[in-house]
């Protein structure tokens, strides 16, 4: 895909701290770390949103992950991790390829939970609770 950055780098095209590779993905070093070892894993193809990935990249990008984590959280000392995907510009994503990010987080570094990311929290009726379970599991 021309213009995307991720693209450039699993073709070789621009430079990144290449920490692992398989047939389908490949993991570098976020350029702009939210902590040591914030890892970045994405598919070597481009696909903009989770849900277009084949299931044979998926499974591929999500067993490197697997693999990466204790690698990476040993590789800095850490205490545990955020493993996370900003899927779509309205939950965050600037780089329009799907990417893993694997952030280190450490006892007392002052940073939050996977829930503080949503915004105002709804409060839901049983009803609106019954819609949206059948919405998704239809
Ligand atoms: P997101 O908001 O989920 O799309 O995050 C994109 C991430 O890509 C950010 O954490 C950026 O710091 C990171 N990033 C952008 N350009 C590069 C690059 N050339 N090499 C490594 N990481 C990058
Ligand atoms: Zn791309």
Redesign the pocket.
């Known amino acids: 895909m021309p213009d995307c950055?991720f693209c450039a780098?699993a073709g070789g095209d621009?430079p990144?701290r290449i920490v692992h590779e398989t047939e389908h993905s490949l993991a570098?070093?976020?350029?702009?770390p939210?902590a040591p070892g914030?890892t970045?894993v994405i598919p070597k193809d481009h696909y903009a949103r989770l849900h277009e990935l084949p299931d044979e990249i998926s499974a591929d990008l999500f067993s490197t992950v697997d693999e990466l984590v204790p690698r990476v959280e040993d590789a800095v000392d850490a205490d545990g991790s955020n493993v996370g995907i900003?899927n779509g510009p309205a939950a965050?994503?600037?780089?329009e390829h799907v990417?893993v990010?694997i952030v280190p987080r450490f006892e007392d570094d002052g940073g939050n939970p996977i829930h503080a990311v949503a915004g105002d929290i709804p409060d839901l009726s049983d009803d609106e609770l019954d819609d949206i379970e059948s919405a998704i599991a239809e």
């Open positions: 950055i780098i621009i990144g570098f070093l976020d350029v702009n939210l914030h970045l900003n965050g994503q600037e780089v990417h990010h």
